[in-house]
């Protein structure tokens, strides 16, 4: 299982992003974006400084876009090209963005075609930088870069990771399906916005002893599926999650647990200041009732296991909540409705997604799901779907719930 979960389509099926390329090694991670954006229907127009052209060809670049990378601020006589180009865009990506060009935006200059479209831009702008440490953490590029996130510009802040030089450290550009995911997620309608959102995410584990443990197959994605749908249109994110492998975007806070009683004990500390709870995560049912001080030895005679349940976290919610929206999950082998509605009455849930498990395709530790979102009211019956569109159907239905409660106009 890949470590980062990919950006599915959405927003970003038939953008227009300029993709603004400046001179640096990284330049090479900018035809990565390329490709990743136009494969997601994006429409993508290259353009690139003069220094950019050292490292990377326009050709690779019209290649992949199917567009000419344009280079040269009069390379069209017939009509003021950076004008025309910034009016086009939907979004303007700058990746990877060097010094030089941080501080001609900060300092609003316009000597070549890429500066000159990003003065003449009124659509969202998303820069990632990509400089050498002492680059990035001089003071000048700081302001600089205090001044666009003043200005309203999104930045993408660079990696720690090998650099050109050889050393290692804070400057390296980030990883392309980020920044893909933070194009998307500029180009998303803030519906949420305002608003706080908890999700439970990943299996918990119950140690047996140092060395062993009673656990699940789920993997985090529907949970780190929801936690990216969410953030992208606005809300704060924090994900609880258990042991997992795949990684969140920069921008969601993540209290990483082990056992049941640890994800119990960080979901009501963060309860009460929430708006929407979202539990997602596996929970073990059970947990052995005494734990070995020490690895217990195959040799050792046969030994009874003796289990004892683990606390139910959706129905400790439950019994607490008060305007929050609650959102629990309920894997099921087999009459996952029939279950899904006895669990909203007992977990006092406003909505239960019903998902069915053990079968080829759906469930733990696949791409995709059937299931159905149980409220009160209605039971949403939905086709198998990818888990990414799945988050997107149940943050509709915690969306549409949730606004009408008046929780984002809470003062703090």
């Not at 180009?85 to 001609?104: F, G, Q, S």
């Not at 290692?168 to 194009?183: C, H, S, T, Y």
């Not at 708006?275 to 030994?303: H, L, N, Q, Y």
């Amino acid at each position: 299982m890949t470590g980062r979960p990919q950006t599915d389509a959405g927003a970003l099926r038939g953008a227009r992003i300029l993709l603004g390329v400046s001179g640096g090694i990284a330049c090479y991670k900018a035809v990565e974006v390329a490709r990743l954006l136009t494969k997601r229907g994006a429409r993508v127009q290259v353009v690139m400084t003069e220094a950019a052209t050292h490292f990377v060809g326009p050709i690779t670049f019209s290649s992949l876009t199917k567009r000419p990378a344009y280079t040269g601020l009069f390379e069209e006589q017939d009509r003021v090209l950076h004008v025309r180009l910034a009016r086009e865009a939907d979004l303007v990506l700058v990746a990877p963005a060097t010094a030089n060009v941080l501080a001609k935006m900060a300092n609003g200059l316009a000597d070549d075609l890429l500066s000159a479209v990003l003065l003449t831009a009124t659509c969202p702008i998303v820069v990632a930088p990509a400089m050498h440490t002492e680059m990035w953490e001089h003071a000048a590029v700081q302001r600089g870069v205090e001044r666009l996130r003043s200005d309203g510009v999104v930045l993408i802040e660079p990696e720690v990771g090998e650099l050109a030089s050889g050393d290692v450290g804070l400057g390296r550009l980030a990883d392309p399906e980020w920044i893909v995911e933070e194009v998307k997620a500029s180009l998303t309608p803030k519906d949420l916005d305002g608003l706080r959102v908890l999700i439970t995410s990943g299996p918990t584990r119950e140690p047996l002893d140092p060395v062993r443990f009673i656990s699940n197959r789920s993997s985090g994605r529907m949970g780190h599926a929801l936690a990216v749908e969410a953030r992208r249109r606005g809300a704060e994110v924090t994900v609880i999650t258990g042991p997992v492998v795949t990684e969140l975007p920069p921008g969601i806070d993540v209290v990483p647990v082990e056992t049941t009683q640890q994800l119990l004990d960080e979901s009501l500390s963060r309860f009460d200041d929430c708006d929407v709870a979202i539990m997602a995560a596996a929970v073990a049912d059970w947990r052995p009732a005494d734990v070995a001080r020490s690895k217990t030895k195959k040799s050792e005679a046969e030994r009874n296991l003796l289990l004892e349940p683990t606390p139910d976290i959706a129905a400790e919610m439950g019994r607490k909540k008060g305007a929050q929206l609650l959102v629990a999950f309920a894997a099921e082998t087999e009459d996952m409705v029939k279950h899904a509605r006895d669990k909203l009455v007992r977990k006092n849930a406003d909505l239960i997604v019903a998902n069915l498990v053990g079968r080829p395709g759906t469930g733990f530790d696949t791409d995709t799901n059937d299931a159905a979102i149980v409220s009160p009211e209605s039971i949403d019956r939905l086709p198998r779907m990818t888990k990414a569109e799945l988050a997107r159907r149940i943050v509709d239905r915690a969306a549409e719930l949730t606004r009408p409660r008046g929780r984002s106009d809470r003062l703090d």
